[in-house]
Nanobody, 114 residues
């Protein structure tokens, strides 16, 4: 199983970024994929998830109404559209799925700063 996160960068407060997570080695359409983030000096925290079969979505309270998770099973991709970014959203963002154990992507840096 391999996960590849991309799309991070530097953005001003109020701006937008779209992250992508590509997966291989799994039956992608049945797997739940989650996004987590870890800010410097803080624990890794849940951001959002999208289920494989039901497409049900969940969000952390801190990002509800600003972030949108989606998936394209034909492309084996999960996306995280982030709008209204705030400095406190600055973190390394990771995607994760579970197949017998947790599998993590390598992380992509998101920096929100003026």
């Amino acid at each position: 199983v391999q996960l590849q996160a991309s799309g991070g960068g530097l953005v001003q407060p109020g701006g937008s970024l779209s992250l992508s997570c590509g997966a291989s080695g799994i039956i992608f359409r049945i797997n739940t994929v989650e996004w987590y983030r870890q800010a410097p000096g803080k624990q890794r925290e849940f951001v959002a998830s999208v289920a494989g079969v039901s497409n049900a979505k969940e969000y952390a309270d801190a990002v509800k109404g600003r972030f949108t998770i989606s998936r394209d099973n034909a492309k084996n991709q999960v996306y995280l559209q982030m709008n209204g970014l705030r400095p406190e959203d600055t973190a390394v963002y990771y995607c994760k799925t579970y197949v017998h154990r947790d599998w993590w992507g390598q992380g992509t840096q998101v920096t929100v700063s003026s």
